[in-house]
Nanobody
Framework: QVQLVESGGGLVQPGGSLRLSCAAS??????MGWYRQAPGKQRELVAT???????DYSDSVKGRFTISRDDAKNTVYLQMNNLKFEDTAVYYC?????????WGQGTQVTVSS
């Protein structure tokens, strides 16, 4: 069974940038997604990418976040620019649509001044 490990989170000031990585123990799926869950809120999908690198974004991150993938490295990335307070959340990667068994520990992103 493929395992997904997220990394790259941290504490950043508003307007700052972070790059998240999602390393898979095996081949990544045709459509991969980045999700996030803020305190007290449901987990939401923020970006997806197909094997052909077609991307889609939620309105809340469009124009600020960029999802990419490197199938040779079994890794998916999320470049996050111009971060806002409301981007604070635990970020997860998973297939899209997600599989319950693939949820990892996520990586915490905190935007604070």
């Amino acid at each position: 069974q493929v395992q997904l490990v997220e990394s790259g989170g941290g504490l950043v000031q508003p307007g700052g940038s972070l790059r998240l990585s999602c390393a898979a123990s095996g081949s990544i799926f045709s459509v991969m997604g980045w999700y996030r869950q803020a305190p007290g809120k449901q987990r939401e999908l923020v970006a997806t990418i197909t094997r052909g690198s077609t991307t889609d974004y939620s309105d809340s991150v469009k124009g600020r976040f960029t999802i990419s993938r490197d199938d040779a490295k079994n890794t998916v990335y999320l470049q996050m620019n111009n971060l806002k307070f409301e981007d604070t959340a635990v970020y997860y990667c998973n297939r899209s649509p997600p599989l319950r068994i693939l949820w990892g520990q996520g990586t915490q992103v905190t935007v604070s001044s």
